[in-house]
């Protein structure tokens, strides 16, 4: 009799404890799942394909630093300069999202698009660059350690 209680009981303390897991897991989830992975996938294999038929190539900044940056990204195709593309920058502090920055980029030069940006403080930030060409929609990003 009493080995039925003692089985009834810790029957219940798994239960118990399953249960809870589950609900934690629910309410702390971190969104690593991503929704519709295959199409998103299949988009960058496509998106890679193409960089590299129309053999682009992009230059990114050299660094950037704390204070007002001069942001200048080269884009060239089959070796020539890529103009007329819609470039897009986005930057963003790793550790917060509460100074990110998006600008639309212009064209000084042919291939050559720039724009001004503020790094406020140091640590790590993510620079983005969002190209949507004639041919092409993709996006390069790169990591800076900022001083």
């Known amino acids: 009799m009493k080995m039925k209680f003692l089985i009834g009981g810790l029957y219940l303390l798994f239960f118990f404890a399953m249960v809870s897991g589950i609900a ?4 702390q989830s971190e969104g690593l799942v991503e929704t519709n992975y295959y199409e998103k996938g299949n988009g960058w294999f496509q998106a ?3 960089e590299r038929q129309i053999e682009l190539e992009v230059t990114p900044p050299q660094t950037i630093s704390q204070g007002n940056n001069d942001i200048s990204i080269r884009l060239t195709s089959h070796g020539k300069p890529l103009e007329g593309a819609k470039v897009k920058l986005f930057i963003g ?3 917060s999202s509460s100074q990110d920055f998006s600008s639309r980029m212009s064209e000084p030069a042919p291939g050559v698009y720039e724009t001004r940006a503020l790094i406020p403080y140091k640590g790590k930030w993510m620079v983005r660059m969002d190209l949507a060409g004639n041919q092409i929609k993709t996006s390069r990003s790169w990591f800076y350690d900022v001083r």
């Open 93 to 95: 502090n790793v550790s």
């Open 24 to 27: 934690v897991a629910i309410r």
């Open 48 to 50: 890679k394909s193409l």
